[in-house]
């Protein structure tokens, strides 16, 4: 990171923020939608589910001597094959957010070269030919590596601006450096 960035010059701008599950959550959706394994996943799940519940059906309807158990069983897989997928996004990010939550606040620096993310015990720059796509939320720019298998991101919190107008700027950087999902 240059000099321009640390006193908020060109078009560097400063994000501090503190760790809000929340944010880690939305971040961490956002990165599965982008991905084509997790579309593939939830409608695998989804489909499990219904074979599992048809299979539930035809033993209590068709069978000559239903089995209410099989039924039953054959009900609960395919409910715990849609929780589970279901599920995957929270314990995801509940596991990142304790990580970052450790740290306690985080100060992000944006410029023309990339990022900065600087925490109590880390000091982490990210070029952007790392994260060259980002997608925005009401609450957050999410920077997204280019695989599509989902194995990496960056957040930063609109809430992290000392000035709203600040989101506009950092649009703008982005718009100049990186592609809009």
């Given at each position: 990171?240059?000099?321009?960035t640390?006193?908020?010059?060109r ?26 394994w ?9 489909g ?21 158990g099989?039924?039953?069983v054959m ?21 990142l ?74 649009r ?7 592609t809009?999902?």
């Open positions: 990171m240059n000099e321009a640390d006193n908020g010059t078009d560097g701008l400063e994000l501090v923020y503190p760790p809000v599950f929340t944010d880690v959550s939305e971040a961490v959706r956002v990165r599965l939608r982008a991905t084509r997790w579309r593939v996943l939830r409608w695998t799940a989804r499990a589910c219904v074979l599992a519940l048809a299979v539930a059906a035809l033993e209590l309807l068709v069978v000559r001597d239903p089995d209410p099989t039924a039953v009900t609960l897989l395919g409910l715990l094959a849609v929780s589970a997928a279901e599920v995957l996004p929270w314990a995801t990010a509940r596991s957010f304790l990580m970052i939550r450790s740290q306690g606040e985080a100060r992000a620096l944006v410029d023309a070269d990339g990022g900065r993310w600087i925490t109590r015990d880390t000091d982490v720059v990210i070029r952007w030919a790392m994260l060259p796509q980002y997608v925005e939320t009401p609450r957050l720019f999410v920077l997204l590596t280019a695989r599509r298998t989902g194995t990496g991101f960056a957040y930063l919190p609109k809430s992290g601006f000392a000035d709203p107008a600040d989101a506009d700027r950092l703008a950087v982005l718009d100049r450096h990186i809009r999902r």
